[in-house]
């Protein structure tokens, strides 16, 4: 095959790949979101909650890097948690200046029901692969995010 037609074949097959990535990420988004909101709970604030659960006393900054939002959605996103009494705001003992979020009792027990409901969407969701191709699919949408992020 000439070079131009292989070329040629592997932009469409990337293109048709980034279309079909889109596409699935949408609707799964879509679906968590769903599934999600039967309990009270959207995947963005989800994914806040877990993620200071998680780590523990953490930045703002550092919140909204890891979960991949803006600063200012990470914000309000923690404002809303805040007043619901999920997480507080507290002082790093070794910069006064700087506010950490943690959760609250409250909030470890309601990161746990959200990820209940959340592992349940996950695997009703992806319950139309086998075991090896849900690994095979993470080892690959993986290796695919490290590469963008260099």
């Known amino acids: 095959m000439p070079r131009s037609a292989h070329d040629a074949e592997s932009r469409q097959r990337a293109a048709a790949l980034a279309d079909a990535f ?3 990420g949408k609707t799964l988004v879509r679906a968590l979101d769903e599934r ?7 995947t963005p604030r989800s994914k806040v909650l877990f993620e200071v659960d998680r780590c ?10 890891t979960v991949g939002i803006t600063q200012g959605t ?18 790093d003992d070794s910069d006064r200046r700087v506010t ?7 909030g470890r027990q309601q990161a746990q029901s959200w990820a209940g409901a959340y592992t ?4 009703e969701l992806f ?8 690994l ?15």
């Open 74 to 91: 990470a914000s309000t996103l923690t404002d809303a948690l805040v007043r619901e009494g999920l997480i507080e705001r507290c002082a």
């Open 56 to 65: 523990g006393p953490v930045r703002l900054t550092d919140l909204a890097r």
């Open 136 to 150: 095979a699919l993470t080892e690959l949408l993986q290796r695919l995010a490290d590469s963008i992020d260099g």
């Open 120 to 123: 349940a969407a996950a695997e």
């Open 100 to 106: 950490l979020l943690q959760t609250t009792a409250t």
């Open 36 to 42: 999600l909101g039967d309990h009270g709970v959207s």
């Open 127 to 134: 319950g139309i692969l086998s075991g090896e191709e849900q």
């Open 22 to 24: 889109g596409r699935a």
